[in-house]
């Protein structure tokens, strides 16, 4: 299986950081990797698919980029509403893993 | 609107069996690939399994594999999963999610697209 390791766990941020969450994998997987918003008690929300494609409806303030075992997710001037955990997932494969997830907090 | 509405969770003892439903509205449901996606308490994702819009290609995570079973019902656009000889790990939030499924190099390769379901916990306890 492939494995997805998140750096780092814990992001402490203020309103208006530029933030990067990097994501690296245990073997190339292209740019088959998406990114995920999760705040608590919600479903994961899609970010980032193909690495650095935006979803339909996200602030251009999320960026993505990297390929074959690296890649980094960028959110540029963080704003309250992006407090949240965020997980990168691999989809090289039929199977997908995740990360184990980056919570951003509020210093 | 795409929407994905999942049903079905709830407390059963271990051993026991659950059949979780996605009730999918928005989208022309058979040409989508459909995934389950799990998520412990205060734990990361584990991707459960996978069916093709057709059903010809389905895929489970080793931990579940002989023990659940994934299926749709495209004339009803809905997605299930019978979980089967549950065992308290499986415990957990379960999420349905719309992906499209391509052929990369003879590979299955399924891709997220768009909002997965608000999710249903299924608690595994004695």
């Known amino acids: 299986d492939i494995q997805m390791t998140q750096s780092p766990s814990t992001l402490s941020a203020s309103v208006g950081d530029r933030v990067v969450i990097t994501c690296r994998a245990s073997?190339?997987?292209?740019?088959?990797l998406a990114w995920y918003q999760q705040k608590p008690g919600k479903a994961p929300n899609l970010l980032i698919y193909?690495?650095?494609g935006l979803e339909s409806g996200v602030p251009s303030r999320f960026s993505g980029s990297g390929s074959g075992t690296e890649f980094t997710l960028t959110i540029n001037s963080l704003q309250p509403d992006d407090f949240a955990t965020y997980y990168c997932?691999?989809?090289?494969?039929?199977?997908?893993?995740f990360g184990q997830g980056t919570k951003v907090e509020i210093k | 609107e795409v929407q994905l509405v999942e049903s079905g969770g709830g407390l059963v003892k271990p051993g026991g069996s659950l059949r979780l439903s996605c009730a999918a509205s928005?989208?022309?449901?058979?040409?989508?690939?459909m995934n389950w996606v799990r998520q412990a308490p205060g734990k990361g994702l584990e991707w459960v399994s996978s069916?093709?819009?057709?059903?010809?290609?389905?895929y489970y995570a080793a931990s579940v594999k002989g023990r659940f079973t994934i299926s749709r019902d495209n004339a009803k656009n809905s997605l299930y999963l019978q979980m089967n000889s549950l065992r308290v790990e499986d415990t957990a939030v379960y999420y349905c999610?719309?992906?499209?499924?391509?052929?990369?190099?003879?590979?299955?390769?399924?891709?997220?697209?768009?909002?997965w379901g608000q999710g249903t916990l299924v608690t595994v306890s004695s």
């Open positions: 999610a719309r992906v499209q499924l391509t052929m990369v190099g003879g590979v299955h390769v399924f891709s997220p697209t768009g909002p």
């Open positions: 928005g989208f022309t449901f058979n040409t989508y690939s």
């Open positions: 069916i093709s819009g057709s059903s010809t290609y389905i």
């Open positions: 073997q190339s997987i292209s740019n088959w």
């Open positions: 193909k690495a650095s």
């Open positions: 997932q691999q989809y090289n494969t039929y199977s997908w893993t």
